[in-house]
């Protein structure tokens, strides 16, 4: 079995602003998030899931973390999120 890795972007229910991560399990890396055990993020607790990108290697999606935190891949995501209803209209995330 190989395993799968996942670009994730989090949206912070107490700031509106996004997280974007990889990781290999996304479930335990929001209960991670979520249970104050990240450091970077603890102050910006809760976190809901926004979007999750699977790839076959770690080195795919680190790049694709590195794109979505780019000014490119950031704009990207604004526009992604404002054609989701239920994040439409959301503005400088």
Do not use: C
Request: aromatic content about 12%; hydrophobic content about 25%; charged content about 30%.
């Amino acid at each position: 079995m190989s395993k799968e890795f996942y670009t994730y972007v989090l949206l912070s229910k107490r700031d509106d602003k996004l997280y974007v991560g990889q990781t290999e399990n996304i479930e335990r890396r929001l209960q991670l998030h979520n249970n104050g055990k990240v450091l970077s993020t603890k102050h910006r607790r809760p976190f809901i899931l926004v979007r999750a990108e699977k790839y076959k290697t770690r080195s795919e999606a680190y790049k694709s973390e590195q794109y979505l935190k780019s000014g490119q891949g950031r704009e990207w995501l604004q526009k992604y999120l404002n054609d989701l209803p239920a994040y439409g209209g959301r503005k400088n995330l």
